[in-house]
């Protein structure tokens, strides 16, 4: 794994921090826990590396970590030469390395349903190409052919991602008017996506449009991605934005300063409840107690019509030292107990829409969730 320092944080163009990008050769993906004054990009090369990116963090952000982890299975798969007597059996064998290396990858982190879409959306690729393959009377390494098959399908993944972030942003703007003020909480922006954010995008087009939306951001205890990343962004972007403590949402709601939440999510059941980074759910909570819509942005690819409710949803418990030792320097006394769940759940009560790709989703969710699929 190869490290290179591109240059410090100051004068970097939005659009260059990029979270992840195929070089034609490995993949390189930046490193998301040295931001905000650093800006290191990885040389990913192997499988077991985006595991273990995904695993650290390095990589966040639902639809990030579903490219990654697609980038990944072609890494994993591309030096594999598989054995067999004729090139049906090598192509059978290609497959269950193909499956091997998704289900290596889909241990890393068990709450981003995007990591199991997209692991799953190239499994599906392979088998219906294999038949297709199969019944084919044209020449050439099929092998080879169906390497190239996921990359493609990586490629076409982060490509798609970037519309669909587009789109949302563009649902999202037409609840907001110029000169509102909007909270939002972690990161859900160009740096846990492809390009826009799902929570950030409409910021960026307010901003093409000359509006000036007014940005509050959550730090997002224990490792401040808001602080890091989002603050970093939409700075970096010339946006409007006002860093804030966890705790004092509730006071900037108070004085009238916010008209709107909007955050992103891992996770959405097929009830609409929905799992997002910790803290969320105390957010909805204010929002309604203050008369302030709470909005979700997401990609379809993050609505889970398979978990009933969000008491289903799997919560990651992340280390203690997230906690204990924050950056390093110890603030708890040792032996202290922890709990650090890394996300929460919030009821679907507490959530006006939901805004996708597709269009602005309001309740009942488990009647109109369905018909987005239909």
């Not at 979270?19 to 192997?46: A, C, K, Y």
């Not at 040792?334 to 939901?354: L, W």
């Amino acid at each position: 794994m190869n490290r290179t320092n591109l240059s410090d944080a100051a004068g970097q163009e939005p659009r260059e921090l990029a979270s992840l990008r195929w070089t034609g050769e490995h993949l390189e993906m930046l490193d998301q826990r040295l931001l905000p004054e650093q800006i290191v990009f990885l040389s990913l090369n192997e499988a077991e590396e985006v595991w273990e990116a995904i695993f650290s963090m390095k990589v966040r952000g639902a639809p990030a970590i579903g490219i990654a982890a697609a980038y990944g299975v072609y890494l994993g798969i591309r030096g594999y030469e598989p054995a067999g007597d004729s090139e049906r059996e090598r192509l059978h064998n290609l497959e269950l390395k193909i499956n091997e290396v998704a289900d290596r990858l889909a241990t890393s982190r068990p709450t981003a349903v995007n990591l199991f879409w997209a692991l799953d959306r190239i499994r599906s690729r392979t088998v219906e190409w294999t038949a297709a393959s199969s019944a084919s009377t044209e020449d050439g390494d099929r092998v080879e052919q169906l390497k190239q098959l996921v990359l493609k399908e990586a490629h076409d993944i982060q490509a798609e991602d970037e519309t669909t972030c587009r789109l949302i942003g563009e649902h999202a703007l037409s609840l907001f008017e110029d000169g509102m003020g909007v909270l939002t909480h972690c990161n859900a922006g160009g740096l846990a996506t492809a390009r826009y954010g799902t929570a950030l995008a409409p910021f960026y087009l307010a901003k093409a449009q000359g509006w000036n939306l007014k940005v509050f951001a959550d730090e997002t205890r224990p490792v401040l991605q808001g602080a890091r990343l989002t603050a970093f962004e939409l700075q970096q972007a010339g946006i409007d934005v006002t860093l804030i403590c966890d705790n004092m949402a509730a006071m900037v709601m108070s004085k009238g300063w916010v008209q709107a939440v909007i955050v992103g999510t891992d996770r959405v059941a097929a009830n609409g409840d929905v799992a997002n980074k910790i803290g969320t759910y105390g957010l909805a909570v204010l929002a309604k107690a203050h008369n302030i819509p709470f909005y979700v942005a997401c990609p379809l690819s993050t609505i889970d019509m398979n978990t009933p409710t969000g008491d289903l949803i799997p919560i990651e418990e992340r280390h203690e030292r997230e906690v204990t030792e924050g950056f390093g320097r110890r603030t708890a006394p040792q032996g202290i107990k922890v709990f650090n769940p890394a996300f929460d759940v919030t009821p679907n009560e507490y959530v006006t829409a939901i805004i996708t790709e597709k269009g602005i989703i309001r309740p009942s969710y488990q009647e109109n969730l369905p018909k987005l699929f239909g």
